[in-house]
């Protein structure tokens, strides 16, 4: 009973190779069908051999240590009738795990490759494997490794399945992906004969009850129970499989039912002895599950397994190795015995996987070095039918002939008919057209030569028009296309007809009109009309568009033929491009290419009037660009006009295109943003402004900024005057300078009221300046660590009215920008050598007086000049004098900043560095400048007593002076520590309000008295 049931099992098995070649032949495109037949036959021939020869012996042999047996080559010496039914059965497993991996790897591989990877896995895996898990199948005391473990896979979801499984992987990715199948461009074709392999499927799962009915070796009472296992888990993975599929795609495909119905076959052989029906039916349901996802993975790692082994026989087979202890009837879970049996069993999963992968990874690098196992582009796309086996078809010879009158344009011949066939009539259609055709020319040819004399009149017409000359017909199909609208559209005359004008030629936004007005037939009061000029924008074939002026006229022919209408079109381009040029001529900058100032006070008019319309508000941005003038200055008026030119490409880039952007004049931009514009959004904008003015820009060589600053002024009321609202932004613009410039600032109404002062209060020292009698010069001491008086400062003030003064804090700054510092600094050093030839005439020993100095007046033309007239008039050397001047001064021309100091300390003037630290500090200009005295800023002086970083950096200033060989002065001391501090530093005079407040000249004269009188005793 036990032979006679194994080798009715092993007649069950052998059906699956005729599944495999169903499915696999189904799933293939035509072309590779005869190969696939092929390579199939050819698998289970050399699988057998190789099983017969030596493959059974290690599989089943006497065991050395458990992993490979040594006993019982070329099988069948002295067997009993058991024993060879045994053998068979076991042979027809061998066969089925090396058909697995030809369905991996199909239409790719060539028929050599396939038997390669075939020896492969039957001399060198399977058998070794099947060794480790089964081989006391054969004698009960020979136990295998991973047996002797307790490992149990019933019939072969990992031995068999898993193990074909691994090396397809290994396989698929060595060959790769075939071509084509992951272009997103176009779907790949999914096979040619879907039923057949639906009957592949069948057959398979047919064939399936004797392999794991026969997997029990005897027919037993557990034969039923196994069979019904099969039949549910195949029916349930088939199941959710479809079920999910649909879920998310909204269809059936055949093809992942078929996979599915395969992946509960897998997942069931393992356990199918040792589990309920129930837990058949879920581990069905999951395998179904756990090889769609598989599928989803490869897709995602763009791995091509053509039949989907991989999904659905190793992902399925792991998992039907773990339902064993997950499902086992006798085995409680998460028991002892549940735990031992799941370690188990991964144990053997990954050890039967890391073997077969790696090895199979690497015997098919190593092969395809010396023996490539892909076949050749070409070779891909022409089919392996041709390429491989010389094999033909009747389409093939159908299509062949059919390319060879291509090739030839003779369609003479008629292609070669087979009778009783589905191409053989295939052929006959074709020829009859072939004949219909050659009917067809026949008469078209008569028809021309009726008409050729008439077609050569009109073209004659039509060819000697400047105009272009288009005639369409009711759906708008070109009938004629003459060579002026060759000319004008870019578009040959054979391109044309026969086409859509409207399509073709006409833009997206007025096709939709131009259709209407072609409906009814050009007469409506919008869109074209007929017998009148009409404009319209019109698309040449370049896809360049360009405006045209055109005349519709229609004929009527009879009521058999439809209306025809000849269109006119003129290229305006010309016209159309002169008066842009007089337009920009009137509203744009030349220079910049931007909105003039006519243009942007229209366009800010009109935003303005559309406010209570859309409920908007509208934003200017006055800028005015730093320091421009001493870049033009200094470089040139190319460079400038570079720079300005930069300005207005990256105002174009930070802004949008909505925005009007207008050069104001000099170096001056306005923007005008219009929308829901709040505090917040507009200094978003100002800030995008600044950023981009920042980055460097290249002018003649030197890589400068443009430090920028704005003034912004928001309005949301329509009666707003423009010049109100640009006024009102310039106002904000100059409180952004004299907040330190490379800023911005929004416009308020104390802007206004104070700009308004500033004005007044300008005027009033422009009048100040010229009578040059309400300024009054002020001193104050400075001295050393001994508190003896060395030097004096001269400080400035305005008399407004009698006895009320102002502090140059205020007036200084205005005057540097109206441009009247040169004047003041006139005056101030007149009366200070004024007031210096009368304290030398009393008292010999003055000490030297010290002057602030502007940049501005330093770097001037007149200053040297008027300073020597001043020092030969009033007769005072320059070793009574010293001048002081910020750090600032030397980021405008440094070059020229120690030139011009060289010649004050050939005259024997000190020159002192004001408010060190506060500005542009540098030990290159330190080292390079002419100067004699470092000034520490008040505001380092303030709290050195009590701060540790006002203290190091007043001690480092004091050491680098030292350093350099340069006197210093802290200005600013108040108190005693500040004093004990500095002095202990090293720091040599010292100036502030603990010593002596600014005096006037009269409190000097006392002090100077004073100090007379001491030195006379």
């Known amino acids: 009973m036990e032979t006679g049931w194994l080798l009715f099992a092993a007649l069950l098995v052998f059906c699956m190779q005729a599944g495999f070649l169903c499915l696999e032949t189904g799933k293939v495109r035509t072309k590779n069908s005869i190969n ?82 075939t020896v492969v896995l039957c001399t060198l895996i399977y058998p070794f494997v099947g060794h480790w898990a089964w081989s006391s199948l054969y004698s009960s005391q020979n136990l295998g490794w991973l047996e002797s473990l307790g490992f149990i896979d019933f019939a072969g979801s990992t031995v068999v399945h898993s193990v074909g499984g691994w090396v397809s992987l290994a396989a698929i990715i060595v060959l790769g992906a075939r071509k084509g199948r992951f272009d997103d461009t176009h779907k790949f074709p999914s096979g040619s004969n879907l039923p057949l392999s639906v009957l592949g499927t069948l057959l398979i799962w047919l064939g399936w009850f004797g392999f794991n009915g026969g997997s029990t070796l005897a027919l037993t009472e557990e034969v039923p129970v196994i069979l019904v296992n099969t039949c549910l888990a195949a029916s349930f993975g088939g199941l959710s499989a479809s079920v999910l599929f649909v879920f998310r795609h909204r269809f059936l495909d055949v093809s992942i039912m078929l996979n599915g119905v395969i992946a509960g076959l897998v997942a069931i052989t393992a356990s199918a002895n040792v589990v309920t029906p129930a837990s058949a039916a879920l581990i069905g349901i999951v395998g179904g599950l756990v090889m769609y996802a598989g599928e989803y993975i490869l897709l995602r790692f763009r791995l091509d397994d053509a039949l989907g082994v991989v999904p659905a026989h190793l992902f399925a087979g792991i998992l039907g190795t773990l339902a064993v202890a997950v499902f086992h009837k006798s085995i409680v879970i998460f028991s002892h015995a549940f735990w031992l049996q799941l370690g188990v069993q991964v144990l053997g999963i990954i050890a039967i996987g890391f073997y077969s992968f790696t090895l199979a990874w690497l015997g098919l690098k190593l092969i395809n070095r010396f023996v490539p196992l892909r076949v050749s582009a070409e070779q891909e796309y022409l089919g392996m039918n041709v390429t491989e086996h010389n094999a033909t078809t009747e389409l093939l010879d159908l299509l062949n002939s059919m390319g060879l009158q291509e090739q030839q344009a003779n369609f003479s011949e008629r292609v070669q008919e087979e009778p009783f066939t589905e191409v053989g009539q295939i052929a006959r259609q074709y020829n009859r057209v072939i004949e219909r055709v050659q009917f067809e020319m026949g008469q078209r040819d008569a028809l021309l030569q009726d008409f050729k004399s008439s077609e050569k009149r009109k073209s004659a017409i039509l060819n000697s028009s400047m105009d272009s000359i288009v005639t369409i017909n009711l759906d708008g199909i070109i009938l004629e296309f003459n060579p002026a609208s060759e000319r004008t559209f870019g578009c040959l005359q054979s391109k044309a007809i026969n086409r859509n004008f409207i399509a073709l030629f006409v833009t997206e936004k007025d096709q939709n009109s131009v259709t209407e007005s072609l409906k009814s037939k050009f007469v409506t009061s919008s869109g074209l009309l007929i017998n009148r000029r009409n404009t319209l924008t019109l698309r040449r074939a370049t ?35 002169l008066q842009e040029k007089l337009r920009e001529l009137a509203y744009s900058d030349p220079l910049t290419g931007l909105y003039n100032r006519t243009f942007f006070l229209d366009a800010l008019s009109v935003a303005l009037r559309r406010i209570h319309q859309k409920g908007d508000s509208v934003a200017v941005f006055f800028l005015d660009l730093d320091r421009f003038k001493k870049i033009n200055d200094t470089l040139g008026h190319k460079a400038g006009d570079e720079l300005l030119t930069e300005v207005a490409t990256r105002l174009t880039k930070v802004t949008r295109q909505s925005d009007t952007i207008c050069r104001w004049g000099g170096d001056e931009f306005v923007i005008m943003m219009t929308g829901t514009h709040h505090e917040a959004s507009v200094v978003t904008s100002a800030t995008q402004i600044l950023q981009v003015m920042r980055e460097v820009v290249n002018l003649e060589g030197r890589e400068l900024k443009i430090p920028t600053s704005i003034g912004i002024s928001i309005s949301n009321d329509a009666s707003c005057q423009p010049m109100t609202l640009i006024q009102q932004a310039d106002i904000a613009m100059y409180n952004a300078k004299q907040a330190g410039r490379d800023n911005f600032k929004l416009f308020e109404q104390k802007m206004a009221k104070s700009a308004s002062e500033q004005f007044n209060f300008e005027q009033t020292l422009r009048q100040a300046i010229q009578s040059a009698h309400q300024f009054t010069m002020l001193y104050q001491p400075k001295v050393n660590k001994q508190k003896q008086v060395v030097g004096l400062e001269a400080l400035v003030r305005l008399e407004l009215n009698h006895g009320q003064f102002t502090s140059p804090a205020k007036f200084i700054p205005i005057a540097e920008e109206s441009g009247q510092i040169v004047a003041l600094e006139e005056i101030i050093i007149r009366l200070v050598f004024k007031q210096l030839a009368s304290w030398h005439k009393q008292y010999p020993g003055i000490p030297r007086v010290s002057i602030n100095l502007s940049g501005i007046h330093l770097l001037s033309d007149t ?46 003037i000190e020159i002192s560095i004001d408010d060190f630290g506060t500005g542009y500090s540098s030990l290159n200009y330190l080292k390079n400048l002419p100067v004699d005295v470092l000034k520490i800023d008040r505001s380092f002086v303030i709290e050195c007593a009590k701060h540790k970083d006002d203290a190091k950096i007043c001690s480092t200033i004091i050491e680098l002076a030292s350093t350099l060989g340069l006197t210093t002065i802290a200005e600013g001391v108040e108190n005693q520590a500040q004093f004990d501090f ?28 004073s100090m007379y009188e001491a030195e006379q005793k």
Request: aromatic share 18%; glycine share 8%; with cysteine.
């Open 982 to 1009: 500095l002095s202990k530093q090293g720091c040599i005079n010292f100036q502030g309000y603990y010593f002596y407040r600014p005096l006037s000249v009269e409190r000097i004269d006392d002090l100077l008295a």
């Open 36 to 117: 696939v037949a092929a390579k199939n036959l050819s698998d289970f021939i050399f699988s057998s051999i190789i099983f017969w020869l030596f493959g059974f012996a290690i599989m089943f042999g006497k065991s050395f240590m458990g992993y490979f047996g040594s006993s019982g080559f070329l099988f069948g010496a002295n067997q009993t009738a058991w024993q060879y039914s045994f053998f068979l059965f076991q042979l027809m497993f061998c066969g089925t795990t090396a058909t697995l991996v030809s369905g991996a790897v199909a239409e790719r591989m060539s028929y050599r490759g396939y038997l390669l990877i």
């Open 863 to 908: 200053f040297l000049p008027f300073l020597t007239y001043c020092m030969n008039h009033y007769e005072v050397p320059g070793r009574w004098l010293e001048f002081e001047v910020t750090e600032s001064v030397f980021l405008n021309d440094i070059d020229h900043c120690i030139e011009v100091l060289k010649i004050l300390q050939g005259m024997e």
């Open 543 to 577: 896809g360049d568009t360009f405006p045209a002026e055109i005349a519709v006229t229609g004929t009527t022919f009879g009521s058999n033929i439809s209306n025809e209408f000849t269109l006119h079109i003129r290229d305006v381009t010309r016209q159309r491009r």
